[in-house]
């Protein structure tokens, strides 16, 4: 009995379906079975209806999802991303949800495979969802620790999932906390006292400021220009993805290091709790790299962050070997290591 046989046997239908601008309400009672109880699930469907309607309200981007139904209940589900600025070739595949059941998942990836190479795709970079500027990894090692605001909920067994069909790479990252900052003072503050004498300074943007959130899309598309996958948003997507309430100046700051009037690199950070502040971008232009400047900025995140008491800061989504030069490491504790594959087909 091939694999086809087996789901149908067990009422179970695998197709391609037309979404609307918004994840059909299947997906989302998938997803509320899944993760609805974690205390995120709000912020986290939040952003991924965003990347949802990123890849549909789109003219860059082909877009076709699958889905596995029993009944009218969706079981599982994947898809194809066909982003035109890729190169020739090359897709994406997200969205993913599977039950631990490898016959499911199994022939959800067959029609993933069949589909692309219907497309002419050669190689499929993933999981993503919608570009490598919205949430994608999956679950590679964890603590079991609680998922934070931002990071995407995922089953640690697609992992293994993907893994077992062979990817041509992976790259790995991992998101870790620190409760103890004296060390990032110490090595920041002789730095931060330099800043002034030598033409920089550090300031916080301020809320709804149009003008230094273009620069700060142009600092990020110049640092990131040769990631993994990198797709380089227009404007009105950029904006999209960092919408007004994601800067809400109550949960999110933004700190703009400066050479004169030059706006040369940045820092976010947002509040997980009263108690708890993610950091998860530090970006400097390429000819201020590596000269001690990223120290800096992560200087005055933790240093507001004492003064404010917060207790723990969690690092989010840090790709491996991707260090800010001499930041202290020893007393940070990885909790998280996520993965992300590319499929020769």
């Given at each position: 009995?091939?694999?086809?046989?087996?789901?149908?046997l067990?009422n179970m239908?695998?197709?391609k379906y037309?979404p609307?601008k918004?994840?059909?309400?299947?997906?989302?009672?998938?997803?509320?079975?899944?993760?609805?109880?974690?205390?995120?699930?709000?912020?986290?469907l939040s952003?991924?209806?965003?990347?949802f309607?990123?890849?549909?309200?789109?003219?860059?981007v082909?877009?076709?999802p699958?889905?596995?139904?029993?009944?009218?209940?969706m079981?599982?589900?994947?898809?194809?991303i066909?982003?035109?600025?890729?190169?020739?070739?090359e897709?994406?595949?997200?969205?993913l949800?599977?039950?631990?059941d490898?016959?499911?998942?199994?022939?959800?990836w067959?029609?993933?495979?069949?589909e692309?190479?219907t497309?002419?795709?050669?190689?499929?970079?993933g999981p993503?969802n919608?570009?490598i500027?919205?949430?994608?990894?999956c679950?590679?090692e964890?603590?079991?620790?609680?998922?934070?605001?931002?990071?995407?909920?995922?089953?640690?067994?697609?992992?293994?999932?993907l893994?077992?069909?062979?990817?041509?790479?992976?790259?790995?990252?991992?998101?870790?906390?620190?409760?103890?900052?004296?060390?990032i003072?110490?090595?920041?503050q002789?730095?931060?006292?330099?800043?002034?004498?030598a033409?920089?300074?550090?300031?916080?943007?301020?809320?709804?400021?149009?003008?230094?959130?273009?620069t700060i899309a142009?600092i990020?598309?110049?640092?990131?220009?040769?990631?993994?996958?990198?797709?380089e948003?227009?404007?009105?997507e950029?904006f999209?993805?960092?919408?007004?309430?994601k800067l809400?100046?109550?949960?999110?700051?933004?700190?703009l290091?400066?050479?004169?009037?030059?706006?040369?690199g940045?820092?976010?950070?947002?509040?997980?709790?009263?108690?708890?502040?993610i950091?998860?971008?530090?970006?400097?232009?390429?000819?201020?790299q590596?000269v001690?400047?990223?120290n800096?900025l992560?200087?005055?995140?933790?240093?507001d962050?004492?003064?404010?008491g917060?207790?723990?800061i969690i690092?989010?989504?840090i790709?491996?070997?991707n260090?800010?030069?001499?930041?202290?490491?020893e007393?940070?504790?990885?909790?998280r290591?996520y993965?992300?594959f590319?499929?020769?087909?």
């Open positions: 009995m091939d694999q086809q046989e087996q789901l149908i067990f239908e695998i197709k037309q609307n918004v994840p059909p309400q299947e997906l989302i009672g998938l997803l509320r079975r899944k993760y609805g109880r974690s205390k995120n699930f709000d912020y986290f952003d991924y209806q965003k990347a309607d990123f890849c549909i309200d789109n003219e860059n082909v877009f076709t699958i889905a596995a139904y029993q009944g009218n209940e079981q599982a589900h994947l898809a194809l066909l982003d035109k600025r890729l190169p020739s070739g897709a994406f595949f997200g969205f949800e599977s039950p631990e490898a016959l499911v998942f199994g022939s959800m067959d029609s993933l495979i069949e692309a190479r497309k002419g795709v050669r190689v499929l970079k993503v919608g570009s500027w919205h949430q994608y990894r679950i590679k964890t603590d079991g620790s609680e998922f934070f605001k931002s990071e995407l909920f995922s089953e640690s067994y697609y992992y293994d999932f893994s077992s069909n062979q990817p041509t790479s992976e790259l790995v990252y991992h998101s870790g906390y620190r409760e103890r900052f004296d060390a003072l110490q090595v920041g002789p730095a931060y006292d330099k800043l002034a004498p033409g920089f300074g550090v300031k916080e943007m301020e809320s709804g400021s149009m003008e230094k959130l273009q142009s990020s598309r110049t640092v990131f220009k040769n990631s993994w996958g990198y797709v948003l227009n404007q009105k950029f999209k993805l960092y919408s007004s309430e809400a100046p109550d949960s999110t700051r933004i700190y290091l400066y050479k004169g009037e030059e706006i040369i940045f820092c976010g950070a947002f509040k997980e709790d009263e108690s708890t502040l950091c998860k971008t530090i970006a400097l232009l390429p000819e201020y590596g001690g400047l990223g800096v992560a200087f005055k995140v933790h240093l962050a004492k003064e404010e917060v207790k723990k690092y989010a989504l790709r491996d070997g260090n800010i030069k001499n930041f202290p490491k007393d940070a504790v990885v909790f290591k993965a992300a590319e499929f020769h087909i």
